[in-house]
């Protein structure tokens, strides 16, 4: 299973951006979705989740600001990202577990990450 995370790029404080992650590959089932995000020199923070029957969670940072939502027929997660800060510039990456089966039958659940989308929030 594979994560292709797009929708990174240059704005200016105040406005907006759509990110989105797409999911492929044999896969049965998509549990919780994530993004996380990783500015320079700091370490790696989770921004906001969605679990597969769409309960949410959000860092106190980005609350009110960002909005966390997923297609399960698309396999596919968004984040809109409203009233941006140049804090928020960071590269951000979208993680998801998953369930799948093997040739033979045999259930796999596994965690898979996606590359990575710069964000930078800059006038």
């Known amino acids: 299973v594979q994560l292709q995370a797009s929708g990174g790029g240059l704005v200016q404080p105040g406005g907006s951006l759509r990110l989105s992650c797409a999911a492929s590959?044999?896969?049965?089932?998509?549990?919780?979705m994530n993004w996380h995000r990783q500015a320079p020199g700091k370490q790696r923070e989770l921004v906001a989740g969605?679990?597969?029957?769409?309960?949410?969670n959000y860092a106190d940072s980005v609350k009110g600001r960002f909005t966390i939502s997923r297609d399960n027929v698309k396999n596919t997660m968004y984040l809109q990202m409203n009233s941006l800060k140049p804090e928020d510039t960071a590269v951000y990456y979208c993680?998801?577990?998953?369930?799948?089966?093997?040739?033979?039958?045999?259930?796999?659940?596994?965690?898979?990450w996606g590359q990575g989308t710069q964000v930078t929030v800059s006038s």
């Open positions: 590959g044999s896969i049965v089932r998509i549990n919780d």
């Open positions: 969605i679990t597969s029957t769409g309960s949410t």
């Open positions: 993680e998801a577990d998953w369930m799948s089966y093997t040739d033979g039958g045999a259930p796999v659940v596994a965690r898979s």
